[in-house]
């Protein structure tokens, strides 16, 4: 059974502290992925990798860096978390084996909360 | 670029009635056309997934979803809801060949008894 793991599902932290939420894949799939879900706004792409060291910024980038340095492991860092990070996080990964369908596997989510 | 409007945040509707989800994307390019559920608490998973070939695509728990080019949609459809429906259904886009994957802004479905 393919399996993404976030380690984290609830995080409480207040404004200032580094953050790190990890992430792994069982599927050696080389690309992954760390979106960020809001209500009525959707996931919304932060980082992507799609190569271990490899990694390219999403849409909405600003205040967050990531780290892939093992292909079954994708980091996000938030440096100095504020109040306006507070939100559900959610990693994924996809293959590029024969067909890519494109098709998202995800892991069940960290819920962040920062005072 | 991608975009991707879902119709209705939110939908209402009773134990073993039909229900429709509306999806409209726009791209310059070919895509891959997705359907991703959530229940509370947990991640997404995969609907069901147009790729190519027919335009009537069958998913788990009973789901469907019909491409539209001419009309640039994606609806996604059930002839009879369970509560166990209930959940947000996102719609999502990639465009062949690319890396990036757009979700709309998610519909949440509510099954009443």
């Known amino acids: 059974d393919v399996k993404v793991t976030q380690s984290s599902r609830y995080l409480v932290k207040r404004t200032g502290e580094k953050v790190f939420l990890e992430c792994v894949q069982d599927?050696?799939?080389?690309?992954m992925f760390w979106y960020r879900q809001d209500p009525g706004l959707g996931l919304r792409l932060i980082y992507f990798?799609?190569?271990?060291?490899?990694?390219e910024k999403g849409d909405i980038p600003e205040g967050y860096s990531v780290s892939r340095e093992k292909k079954e492991r994708f980091s996000l860092i938030l440096e100095s978390a504020s109040t306006n990070q507070t939100s559900m996080y959610l990693c994924?990964?996809?293959?590029?084996?024969?067909?890519?369908?494109?098709?998202?596997?995800f892991g069940e989510g960290s819920r962040l909360t920062v005072l | 670029a991608q975009s991707v409007t879902q119709l209705d945040s939110q939908v209402p509707v009773f134990e073993e009635a039909p229900v429709e989800l509306r999806c409209n994307y726009s791209s310059s390019v070919s895509v891959y056309l997705f359907w991703y559920v959530q229940y509370p608490n947990q991640g997404l998973q995969l609907l069901l997934k147009y790729l190519s070939g027919s335009t009537l695509v069958k998913g788990i728990n009973g789901f469907e979803a019909e491409f539209n080019k001419s009309q640039t949609s994606f609806h996604l459809r059930k002839p009879s809801v369970h509560i166990s429906d209930t959940a947000e259904y996102f719609c999502?886009?990639?465009?062949?060949?690319?890396?990036?994957?757009?979700f709309g802004a998610g519909t949440r479905l509510f099954v009443k008894a």
């Open positions: 994924a990964s996809r293959g590029n084996r024969g067909r890519n369908t494109g098709e998202l596997f």
């Open positions: 599927m050696d799939h080389e690309n």
């Open positions: 990798s799609y190569d271990v060291k490899m990694k």
């Open positions: 999502a886009v990639t465009s062949t060949g690319g890396f990036k994957t757009i």
